[in-house]
Structures are given as C-alpha cells and as structure tokens.
C-alpha cells in the first residue's frame, strides 16, 4: 500500500556550481531551514534524493503540540507555534495550520497527577494548560464512550497538513531564491583543509561553507561515510484516514488509538501507543547507547525480524564520491503499514467515538521515525568537521516544530544569535560524557 499522496512539486532544473549553504533532505527540517536561510539573503541549494516530503514528513500525524514534549523542547515549540501561525500568509500557500487543542486522555489517578505534573512546564510561558474532566472533557470530546479521568488539554496545540504543508514551505523557499531539486540525491561532502568546501552530488560537484544535514532516517547513514557517529535508530508507526466523518476539532490522544480531524473532513488515525521497531544490525551497534530510551519506551515498542534487517545488513556504508548510494537505490522509504496495528487503533477509537462507525478506511500507511538515544533532536554544528551542521533525529516530534528548528538551523550557520539556547540539542552530548535519556516531564 503506497504512502499518502504529496501535491506535486516541479523540480528546478540547473544545479548551481556554487552556493552559500547546501541542505541535504527535503523534509519538513530541510525545507523549513532553506526557506529561513533564503529569506536573510543566503544562497541556497536543497537537494532530495527523492521528492519533497516523500518520508516522515507527510506519513506523520500532522499534530502541532507543545503538549507533553520533553521540556528541553519547549522553547523551540513556542517559536515552532508562531511560526506555524503566520506561515499560510508567509508562504502565499495553504498548510492545513489551524489551532483547535490537543487532549490527552488519563484512564487512572496515577496518570491524570503525572499529566497534571507536567502542565507546569508551561506556566512560567504563561501558556494555558490545564486538566480536564467530567462535563467539560465532554463538551470538547462529544460522544465519547471513554471512561477516563480526565484529560491533559492546551488550547495551544493545533494541527496541520503534512500532505501539504511542506511542498508549501519548498515553493517559499524557492520563491525567497533558493534553488530547490527532487531526484537529487547528495553522494558526499567535499571536504578540504580539514572543513567543508562543498558537496558531490549525482548531478555533479557544487562548493559551498556551510552544509545542513537533514536527511530524516537517512543521516546516520550519510554521516557514517563522513566519518561522523550519529546515533540514530528507526521506529515504524503505522497511520490511517478516514472518510468524512463529524466528531471533535480537537485532537485526542487514548489508550490504543489517537485521531485527528483532517481539513478534508476525515480524520486521521493511529495507535497512541505502540510502534514497531525491526531489528538491524545498528540495532545491536547502538543498543548500549538506547538502553535508558529502551527501558522508558519498552511498553510501547514492538520488536521484530523483518526484511529490514537484510536490507540494512546489505546496504553499504562507506562509498566514494563516483558511485551510486543507497539514496540513490531507495528514493522513498515506503514501508507497509502493519495490518494488525490498523485494525486495533481503528476498532478502539470506534469503540471510543461512535460516529466513526459510520466511516470508512480511505488508506493505512506507514512511515520510518528518526530517533535519537534521548528522543531530542540534534541541531547542531559538528565539531570534529567545520563547516557541517546535522539537523535530525526529531523522534516523531518533527512535524510541528519543524519552523523552529530551521530557525534555529539557520541561526547557527549563520552564527547569528540563536533563537533558542542550543545546547540540549548538541551532537556532542552523545560523546561528551552528559546523561542520555528521555525526559518524561513528570
């Protein structure tokens, strides 16, 4: 079953000999950080060895949250959210960007004090986060059938339409002078004097000072043929839309479902909490360094062997600039959803919300996650290679703070002031000795 359907995007055609920056990856990340370097009058080259969001960045759920990230997230969040706010007007183009709220239900008292616990993450934000329960948890989930406690509720949080939205930010950038290429994929960088002097593509060698990676589930991969240990892994979630359907605005997030209305009138659908993982041989290459993720995460994760593991096992990973790469062999990670994953979240939020039973299946698909040891993002420059920025790992939380992070991208090849203090999101962290591990919030 193929992924869901990305608005079209026209590929420019002449690959510059030189430009200021090069972003590897047209995710969310990558467009989102082309467009900001663009618009401060940088030249910019964005290469996808594929198409434009082709990956996780339109199989996501398309939640725009500040609501239960690692708190090390949300001052990046809150710059993300403003962001999002004016990019339908910034960008001259529809993103789906509208504000309706995210609840996260808690069946017990125990979870309902750990959600209440972290609601004071905000408060010094001054940003309305509160918990829910009885009559008003009811007007804002209408004809529900949960029996919960109560839910974790910002009207913050919002929604947007990954099928959509990054095509949009593409077309900003290239409308702000970036050059923007699909079916591009970049072999190598080009290193010279001990930094970065430019890149080989598969179209040919472009120079340039600053590279960004933002290759998604890709960028351990590339990073490893440069000499650079990115400690990234991947998780599988597995996603569904519906046909029209009228149920809540607000996203909802329970026990083995979590759904989202769509601007097409639908709602998007998926299991709250669980995700697949495969096992690869980066699975035992890492698995010191993701045990403490390991241990937080294991109720929700389901492990297996799958055809993944010959598939990495046979992948290669180091290459010369004049041969063909993986990126070039696999355009777009497209995996199978996981049938018994899209028949359990579909038959709990049915049972959940009665008027989904009324609704129909449209499509199921799935999408590859980039995870980091601590589930927090590396935005960073790299020290051992000037010249060589990673922006990567979101760990499912990509999507909605995709604006920030490529503010912040910008901002530090730029070596302006950054947005947000970057130091929780530094490559270095994994080898300089700091405690690596998720950070619930509770």
Not at 81 to 91: L, P
């Amino acid at each position: 079953m193929p992924g869901p359907t990305v608005i079209p995007f026209h590929s420019d055609q002449i690959l510059p000999q030189r430009v200021d920056a090069v972003v590897i990856g047209g995710g969310i990340i990558g467009v989102s950080t082309a467009l900001e370097l663009a618009e401060r009058g940088v030249s910019v080259l964005l290469c996808e060895k594929g198409q434009i969001a082709g990956e996780q960045s339109s199989r996501n759920w398309g939640w725009v949250r500040i609501s239960r990230r690692d708190p090390r997230e949300i001052p990046l969040m809150i710059e993300a959210i403003r962001a999002w706010e004016k990019m339908d007007q910034r960008t001259g183009r529809k993103t789906g960007y509208a504000r309706t709220g995210i609840l996260f239900t808690a069946p017990t008292d125990k979870v309902f004090g750990q959600f209440e616990r972290w609601c004071r993450h905000l408060v010094p934000h001054q940003i309305d986060c509160r918990m829910v329960s009885g009559a008003d948890l009811d007007a804002l989930m209408p004809g529900h059938r949960m029996k919960v406690r109560g839910a974790l509720y910002t009207p913050l949080d919002g929604r947007a339409e990954p099928q959509c939205a990054g095509v949009a930010i593409a077309e900003a950038a290239r409308a702000a002078g970036a050059t923007v290429m699909t079916a591009c994929a970049v072999r190598s960088l080009d290193v010279q004097a001990g930094r970065v002097a430019g890149v080989v593509t598969e179209k040919g060698r472009v120079k340039c000072d600053a590279v960004v990676l933002a290759g998604g589930a890709w960028s351990r991969l590339f990073a490893g043929n440069a000499g650079i240990d990115l400690p990234q892994l991947k998780v599988l979630n597995t996603v569904m839309r519906t046909t029209v359907a009228e149920g809540p605005q607000a996203s909802v997030w329970a026990d083995g479902f979590a759904l989202r209305k769509r601007e097409d009138g639908g709602y998007t659908v998926a299991s709250g909490t669980e995700n697949t993982v495969d096992l690869v041989p980066d699975s035992f290459r890492l698995a010191r360094r993701f045990l403490p993720a390991l241990i937080d995460e294991w109720s929700s994760l389901r492990f297996r062997l799958s055809d993944r593991w010959k598939i990495e096992a046979q992948e290669a990973r180091r290459w010369r600039p004049d041969e063909i790469t993986p990126f070039e062999k696999t355009r777009i990670l497209d995996p199978a959803p996981v049938p018994r994953v899209l028949r359990s979240s579909w038959a709990a939020a049915r049972a959940a919300f009665p008027f989904l039973r009324d609704a129909e299946i449209v499509q199921g698909w799935a999408g590859l996650i980039d995870v980091t040891p601590d589930a927090v993002p590396v935005i960073s420059p790299v020290q051992d290679l000037p010249g060589l920025h990673v922006a990567t790992g979101f760990s499912g939380h990509g999507f909605g703070i995709g604006p920030g992070a490529g503010k912040l991208m910008a901002d530090l090849v730029m070596g302006t002031a950054p947005v947000v203090d970057p130091a929780d999101f530094r490559l270095s962290r994994f080898s300089d000795g700091s405690r690596i591990a998720p950070d619930s919030g509770f």
